[in-house]
């Protein structure tokens, strides 16, 4: 059947019909500016070494890192994220590796800095589970988290990477009460331009495994981490834990992982005016690099799970993809 007439009035089609309207209509856009490089770190001289469960993924060690961090000043990524391996014989229960001004990411802040100075951000965890031999954020006794002995080694912690020239503080540890804390601590030994930018949605998560890998804490980790972790089954949590952190300091917030929580980035943005960032973490790195066929996968598909995240409210994303995607973007569509 031929339908004649003017049916129906309005055509939502008409703003698609070309490349030029569709664009003039866009509501929203990816950009290089929203994008965040995780970087791991090896101890040793002239190595990259693979990650097996992130393919296209490497550990440098520290005087690998210029070669890094020119092609992400060449694309103008903003900021990079500072992650270790650190070597099991250098491991205790108390992570004392972290206090130690010698360690992998404060030898990589030094040299970064030295090198850049402001060219590019730096960003440093701020959690013990690189350090711990239990593979846990905190200090664990008789199997239990302690909260707030934790929190006393995390300002530690977060006031030497501010020493070495760290320009975002990222605790990502989950304990109550150290936003506070930590931005008390820094204010009083005059970092107070330091930046925190507050795990405070971080969720107990099965997309995990591939970055504690990369990291060195699987085969470590006793237990799981869902007394500290928030429970991947609620959302009003979330904004409490937000609303705390940002009372008690916090610059900007995360929300971890990314593309299974995309309703609480959109919630978070709703409700507090506040840069939210995302995280898309190592297990949704590695399926899409592992579950689509090699001969179909391009740029497209990436970008749309990054967008995906710039519809929900994210202000900027961590993503593993940032060096790969950020020359393509200028010709994307």
């Given at each position: 059947m031929i339908i004649t007439g003017k049916y129906p009035n309005l055509r939502l089609r008409r703003n698609r019909k070309n490349d030029w309207s569709r664009r003039l209509v866009q509501e929203n856009n990816l950009s290089v500016n929203d994008l965040i490089l995780p970087i791991f770190l090896i101890d040793g001289?002239?190595?990259?070494?693979?990650?097996?469960?992130?393919?296209?993924?490497?550990?440098?060690?520290?005087?690998?890192?210029p070669t890094i961090v020119d092609k992400a000043i060449k694309f103008k990524i903003p900021m990079i994220a500072l992650f270790p391996y650190t070597n099991k014989s250098i491991k205790n229960n108390l992570g004392l590796e972290a206090l130690n001004e010698n360690n992998l990411v404060?030898?990589?802040?030094?040299?970064?800095?030295?090198?850049?100075?402001?060219k590019i951000g730096i960003m440093c965890d701020v959690a013990l589970d690189p350090y711990t031999s239990h593979g846990h954020d905190g200090?664990?006794?008789?199997?239990?988290?302690?909260?707030?002995?934790?929190?006393?080694?995390?300002?530690?912690?977060?006031?030497?990477?501010?020493?070495?020239?760290?320009?975002?503080?990222?605790?990502?540890?989950?304990?109550?009460g150290r936003i506070g804390k930590i931005r008390k601590a820094l204010d009083k030994k005059?970092?107070?331009?330091?930046?925190?930018?507050?795990?405070?949605?971080?969720?107990?998560?099965?997309?995990?495994?591939?970055?504690?890998?990369?990291?060195?804490?699987?085969?470590?980790?006793?237990?799981?981490?869902?007394?500290?972790?928030?429970?991947?089954?609620?959302?009003?949590?979330?904004?409490?834990?937000?609303?705390?952190?940002?009372?008690?300091?916090?610059?900007?917030?995360?929300?971890?992982?990314?593309?299974?929580?995309?309703?609480?980035?959109?919630?978070?943005?709703?409700?507090?005016?506040?840069?939210?960032?995302?995280?898309?973490?190592?297990?949704?790195?590695?399926?899409?690099?592992?579950?689509?066929?090699k001969k179909i996968i391009n740029e497209n598909i990436i970008i749309?799970?990054?967008?995906?995240?710039?519809?929900?409210?994210?202000?900027?994303?961590v993503t593993y993809f940032a060096d790969e995607i950020a020359k393509d973007l200028k010709n994307y569509k």
């Amino acid at each position: 059947m031929i339908i004649t007439g003017k049916y129906p009035n309005l055509r939502l089609r008409r703003n698609r019909k070309n490349d030029w309207s569709r664009r003039l209509v866009q509501e929203n856009n990816l950009s290089v500016n929203d994008l965040i490089l995780p970087i791991f770190l090896i101890d040793g001289k002239n190595k990259k070494e693979s990650i097996k469960s992130m393919p296209g993924v490497f550990r440098y060690s520290i005087d690998k890192i210029p070669t890094i961090v020119d092609k992400a000043i060449k694309f103008k990524i903003p900021m990079i994220a500072l992650f270790p391996y650190t070597n099991k014989s250098i491991k205790n229960n108390l992570g004392l590796e972290a206090l130690n001004e010698n360690n992998l990411v404060c030898r990589a802040i030094r040299l970064i800095k030295k090198k850049y100075r402001n060219k590019i951000g730096i960003m440093c965890d701020v959690a013990l589970d690189p350090y711990t031999s239990h593979g846990h954020d905190g200090l664990l006794k008789k199997g239990k988290i302690l909260n707030d002995e934790t929190v006393e080694i995390l300002i530690n912690q977060s006031l030497l990477q501010a020493e070495m020239g760290c320009d975002v503080i990222a605790p990502s540890d989950m304990m109550d009460g150290r936003i506070g804390k930590i931005r008390k601590a820094l204010d009083k030994k005059n970092f107070d331009e330091v930046q925190i930018l507050s795990y405070a949605s971080k969720y107990a998560s099965s997309f995990y495994g591939p970055f504690r890998e990369a990291i060195g804490s699987y085969k470590t980790l006793k237990g799981d981490k869902k007394t500290y972790q928030m429970d991947f089954r609620n959302s009003s949590e979330a904004l409490r834990e937000v609303a705390l952190d940002i009372k008690e300091g916090a610059d900007i917030v995360m929300v971890k992982p990314g593309l299974p929580y995309l309703d609480i980035i959109k919630s978070i943005k709703e409700n507090f005016k506040i840069p939210v960032f995302a995280y898309q973490v190592s297990g949704e790195y590695s399926m899409i690099k592992n579950s689509i066929n090699k001969k179909i996968i391009n740029e497209n598909i990436i970008i749309e799970t990054l967008i995906g995240f710039k519809r929900a409210g994210a202000s900027a994303i961590v993503t593993y993809f940032a060096d790969e995607i950020a020359k393509d973007l200028k010709n994307y569509k």
